[in-house]
């Protein structure tokens, strides 16, 4: 018998905030789905949206970009990039039919609780969606 479909995300974690907020839920022993497999990134502003666009064409169900809350980057302004660039993204991701398949969010080193939400919320917003129709190999559109 097989077990329900359970879906599989792509978390790029910004190391300063998300990811050590990340860690904060872990040894507080804050209950989150196992969903998400973390990539920790220097800067959500680093994060280049073909990433974003690979991990779902290589089979990902949905992606959480994550980084410090705006003012607080400890690059300065490279949550302000990531914003800039994401939101470019998001009307790319809706002609692809993918808009909803990727979550972008803003959680600091002290909010474990909130990482734990964020991921929450993530996990059952592609649940809802069921798997990614987009997959290495398999053809979305009819090339005749």
Same mark, same amino acid.
């Given at each position: 018998?097989?077990? &329900?479909?359970?879906?599989k995300?792509? +978390?790029? /974690?910004?190391?300063?905030?998300?990811? !050590?907020?990340?860690? $904060?839920?872990?040894?507080?022993?804050?209950?989150?789905? &196992? @969903?998400?497999?973390?990539?920790?990134?220097?800067?959500s502003?680093?994060?280049? &949206?073909?990433?974003? $666009? #690979? +991990? $779902?064409?290589?089979?990902?169900?949905?992606?959480?970009?994550?980084?410090?809350?705006?003012?607080?980057?400890?690059?300065?302004?490279?949550?302000?990039?990531?914003?800039r #660039?994401?939101?470019? /993204?998001?009307?790319?991701? +809706?002609? =692809?039919? $993918?808009?909803? %398949? *990727?979550?972008?969010?803003?959680?600091?080193?002290?909010?474990?609780? %909130?990482?734990?939400?964020? *991921?929450? !919320?993530?996990?059952?917003? *592609?649940?809802? =969606?069921?798997? @990614?129709?987009?997959?290495?190999?398999?053809?979305?559109?009819? +090339?005749?």
């Open positions: 018998m097989n077990s &329900p479909w359970e879906p995300i792509v +978390a790029f /974690l910004c190391h300063w905030c998300s990811y !050590a907020g990340a860690d $904060l839920a872990g040894v507080s022993r804050i209950q989150y789905p &196992p @969903n998400i497999r973390v990539v920790r990134v220097p800067c502003g680093s994060v280049d &949206p073909l990433y974003i $666009l #690979k +991990a $779902l064409r290589e089979g990902a169900d949905g992606v959480l970009v994550s980084g410090c809350h705006p003012g607080d980057c400890h690059y300065l302004s490279g949550n302000y990039f990531a914003r #660039k994401f939101l470019v /993204l998001h009307e790319l991701l +809706a002609l =692809l039919g $993918l808009r909803d %398949r *990727v979550h972008f969010s803003w959680v600091s080193a002290s909010e474990g609780q %909130r990482f734990a939400d964020v *991921v929450k !919320a993530v996990t059952e917003a *592609v649940r809802s =969606l069921g798997p @990614n129709p987009l997959r290495e190999g398999e053809s979305t559109c009819d +090339a005749s």
